[in-house]
C-alpha cells in the first residue's frame, strides 16, 4: 500500500505568523543600572564631605611618582581592591553589546575604572581630609581588573541566569530593573539608624530649615505612626508592582520588609550599641506597621494602575509629613554616638540617599503608571 506523504501545515499570514510567535526576549539593563548606582556611590565615598577645597600649591600629579606611601595596611589594600571589584564586574556585563564582544567589554571597563580612580586621586590633592596616593591607584585598577576578569570568564553564564530570574520573578513592564534598583536603595538607607523608621525625604538637614511642629510627645506619635504607615504602603504597592503573579509576590513582600527590619535592627546594634538594636521598635512603628500594614493588604486588591497612582499620593503624604515631625531626641543621641566611630562617609551617604529617595521614586512612579 503507497503511504499517503503528510499534509503540509494550513498557510498563515506573514501578521498572523507574527502575532503567534513570543515576544523577543528583552536585554536586562539590571547591570547597567547597578554599574550607575556603585558609580554614585564610588564618587561619593572618595570625595565626602564636599567641603573645604583648598590649593596645597603643589602639583596635583606628584602623588604619582611619590614612592611607597609611609602608612598603609593590608586593610587598606584590602578595602580599595575590593572596591572597584564589582564596577569591573558591572562595566563588563554592561558592555557586553560593544563590538567585539566580551574582549573590548572588559578592555573598556578596566580603562575606565583605572581612569575614575585616577580622577579621584586627582581630586583628593584639594580636599584636606584626602590624601592622593599611587598605591590606592593601582588596587582600584587591579580590582576592577579582577571584575572584569571575573565577567569575562563567566560573564554570559551570569548574565544568563539573571535573566531567567528577571523572566521567572519581576513582571514584564517596562523599567523593571530601574525599579529594581530603587528598591535596593531605599534598603540602603534604613541603614541609617538616627532617622525614624522608613522615613525618607527629609529635607531639614540640607536646606537647614527648623520643624514646623514643636516637639511634643503625643503629636510625636501621630506623626511617627503616619510616617510608617505611608512609607509601608509606598514599598508594598511598588515593591507589588515589579513581581511577577506567578512569584508568590504576598510572600515575597512579607519577606522583603522582615529583610528591611532585619537590616534597621543590625544596622543599630553595630553602629550604635547592641543595646539599642530594637530602639526602632517604639509605640508609633508598632501602630504604624500594623495600619500601613492592613491597609497594604486591602490596596494590593486594586488593580495595577490605581495601586501605583495610591502609592504616589502615599509617598507624597510620608515626605510632608517627615518635613514637618519634629526632630527625636533619641535620633540626636544616636547620632551623637554614631559619631564617634568611623562611620562619618557611610553616614552622610545614607542620609544623603534617604533625603533623595521619594524625589526619584516619584517620577519612576509616574512613568511606570504611564505606561501600565
Not at 550604635?272 to 504604624?288: K, N, S, Y
Amino acid at each position: 500500500m503507497q503511504q499517503i506523504p503528510p499534509l503540509p501545515p494550513p498557510a498563515i499570514p506573514p501578521e498572523a505568523d507574527q502575532s503567534l510567535l513570543p515576544p523577543p526576549a528583552r536585554s536586562s539593563r539590571l547591570p547597567l543600572y547597578l554599574a550607575l548606582a556603585y558609580l554614585v556611590l564610588i564618587v561619593y565615598a572618595s570625595l565626602y564631605p564636599f567641603a573645604n577645597w583648598r590649593n596645597l600649591g603643589v602639583s596635583p600629579l606628584e602623588f604619582l611618582d611619590a614612592g611607597w606611601p609611609r602608612y598603609w595596611t593590608a586593610f587598606d589594600l584590602a578595602t580599595n581592591l575590593l572596591a572597584y571589584l564589582p564596577l569591573g564586574f558591572l562595566l563588563t556585563l554592561s558592555l557586553r553589546n560593544l563590538p567585539g564582544g566580551r574582549w573590548s567589554a572588559a578592555i573598556v571597563a578596566l580603562l575606565f575604572g583605572s581612569l575614575l580612580s585616577f580622577s579621584m586621586e586627582w581630586l583628593q590633592n584639594w580636599l584636606p581630609a584626602r590624601v592622593p596616593s599611587n598605591l590606592d591607584l593601582a588596587c582600584n585598577a587591579s580590582g576592577t581588573a579582577i571584575g572584569a576578569a571575573i565577567a569575562f570568564w563567566n560573564g554570559k553564564r551570569i548574565f544568563r541566569r539573571i535573566g531567567q530570574m528577571q523572566r521567572e520573578l519581576l513582571a514584564p513592564i517596562p523599567h523593571v530593573e530601574l525599579g529594581l534598583v530603587l528598591l535596593g536603595t531605599w534598603l540602603l538607607s534604613q541603614l541609617s539608624p538616627e532617622t525614624l523608621l522608613f522615613a525618607n525625604g527629609d529635607l531639614r538637614h540640607v536646606f537647614e530649615l527648623t520643624p514646623a511642629v514643636p516637639y511634643a510627645a503625643h503629636s510625636f506619635f501621630v506623626l511617627e505612626a503616619g510616617i510608617i504607615a505611608c512609607n509601608t504602603i509606598v514599598i508594598g504597592l511598588l515593591a507589588r508592582t515589579l513581581l511577577a503573579d506567578r512569584a508568590s509576590p504576598h510572600l515575597a513582600l512579607l519577606a522583603f520588609f522582615v529583610l528591611a527590619l532585619a537590616t534597621r535592627t543590625l544596622a543599630a546594634a553595630l553602629l550604635i550599641d547592641t543595646h539599642e538594636a530594637l530602639a526602632w521598635l517604639t509605640p508609633g512603628a508598632q501602630v504604624g506597621l500594623l495600619v500601613g500594614g492592613a491597609i497594604l493588604v486591602l490596596l494590593l486588591l486594586l488593580p495595577a494602575p490605581t495601586r501605583i497612582a495610591l502609592a504616589g499620593m502615599a509617598l507624597l503624604a510620608g515626605t510632608v509629613l517627615v518635613n514637618l515631625t519634629p526632630i527625636n531626641p533619641y535620633s540626636e543621641a544616636a547620632l551623637a554616638a554614631w559619631r564617634q566611630g568611623h562611620f562619618l562617609n557611610f553616614n552622610g551617604l545614607t542620609r544623603w540617599v534617604a533625603s533623595l529617595w521619594p524625589f526619584v521614586a516619584l517620577p519612576y512612579l509616574t512613568v511606570v503608571g504611564r505606561d501600565l
